[in-house]
């Protein structure tokens, strides 16, 4: 844990209930820079990227998911895991940022690749003392797929349906899991504001 040593107040204990000012407060944190703080790691980074995440602010969290690209790119240590990068396409499918998505959505391929993991039932750990513990997230699983689909369908100037429905259809090999209904929800809102009635029937 990382304490700011001006007032003792312990900087890395993220209240998700907090208002957008008191966290882009800890986000400002991230930049300060004096002999009594410690340097942020990838820990620090991370929750305060979260804590962006729970307070809807948005393209603050992209901008701490550019940070901390920036710093793996010469501290491996910083690359982003498998929770960080689904924070960032959780703010791409919000913001209907369908470039950015599919490069998370590559970037969670990557992680899979590197560990030979399968990404079903990553989420949560078996047995009954840790049964709703979140494992480390190793691959691409159905909720990345979920988000970058939703980004999709929400690009503008215009959806991006086409790539939508390929995620859909990529889904199910890469997770072995059936998309759900959000999934073909995503990809038929998109196809729909694309006024494509044959790839919505399709789709469907």
């Avoid at 699983?141 to 689909?149: H, K, M, N, P």
């Avoid at 990529?170 to 899991?177: A, D, F, H, I, L």
Wanted: proline share 3%.
């Amino acid at each position: 844990e990382m304490e700011d040593s001006t007032n003792g107040s312990d900087v890395s204990e993220v209240d998700f209930g907090v208002s957008s000012d008191r966290t882009s407060n800890r986000a400002k944190l991230l930049d300060r820079n004096n002999f009594n703080t410690p340097a942020p790691d990838e820990i620090t980074f991370g929750t305060v990227m979260a804590a962006c995440e729970r307070a809807g602010q948005w393209r603050q969290a992209l901008r701490i998911a550019d940070r901390i690209n920036a710093k793996a790119r010469f501290d491996p240590s910083f690359a982003m895991d498998g929770l960080t990068i689904t924070s960032a396409l959780h703010a791409c499918q919000q913001l209907g940022l369908a470039d950015d998505a599919m490069r998370y959505l590559d970037m969670m391929k990557k992680l899979g690749e590197n560990d030979g993991a399968n990404a079903t039932n990553q989420r949560r750990t078996n047995g009954r003392a840790n049964k709703y513990a979140r494992k480390p997230l190793r691959g691409p699983d159905e909720v990345t797929y979920r988000l970058a689909i939703s980004a999709c369908s929400r690009s503008k100037p215009e959806s991006r349906w086409a790539d939508g429905i390929r995620l859909l259809r990529e889904m199910q090999s890469v997770t072995g899991s059936t998309p759900d209904v959000v999934a073909y929800t995503s990809c038929i809102a998109g196809c729909a504001e694309a006024f494509d009635m044959g790839n919505c029937i399709s789709a469907s």
